[in-house]
């Protein structure tokens, strides 16, 4: 089944949610997740706020694995979320991804927010939506 569970998050609460099913996956299979954030080089705010709400938004997820006897790691990048989770993808190695239907700038009337939807259409693994 899925050895290696990437688990991408941008600290919603869908994403959180997403994490700790990630957990409990890997809980039940005796697989690993990796938990990533993508600190967009848009963004305007300095550096080491972004990456201070990167590390809490994984923070969260890893201490629920932690607490689960689930193995971890995590990574942070800056770039663009859009076009660098395939990137995070090939150096993590992962053979599953699991994301929230919407993260913070999602509209809940739609089906999917426009990052899952960028995944879906562009990565070549499994993924499990989380809503």
């Known amino acids: 089944m899925f050895e290696r569970i990437l688990v991408p998050t941008d600290g919603s609460e869908i994403a959180e949610k997403a994490g700790f099913e990630a957990v409990q996956l890997a809980k039940k299979i005796g697989g690993k997740i990796i938990v990533t954030h993508i600190i967009d080089q848009s963004l305007t705010r300095p550096y080491d706020e972004l990456e201070n709400a990167a590390q ?30 395939m990137t995070l ?25 426009s990052f899952t939807k960028n995944v879906v259409k562009n990565i070549k693994l499994p993924i499990i939506l989380i809503k």
């Open 56 to 85: 809490q938004y994984i923070k969260t997820i890893i201490d629920n694995a932690l607490e689960n006897d689930v193995e971890c790691e995590s990574m942070i990048i800056y770039g663009s979320p859009k076009y660098d989770l």
């Open 89 to 113: 993808t090939r150096k993590s190695e992962a053979d599953c991804i699991m994301l929230g239907t919407h993260g913070k700038t999602g509209i809940t009337s739609s089906l999917m927010g």
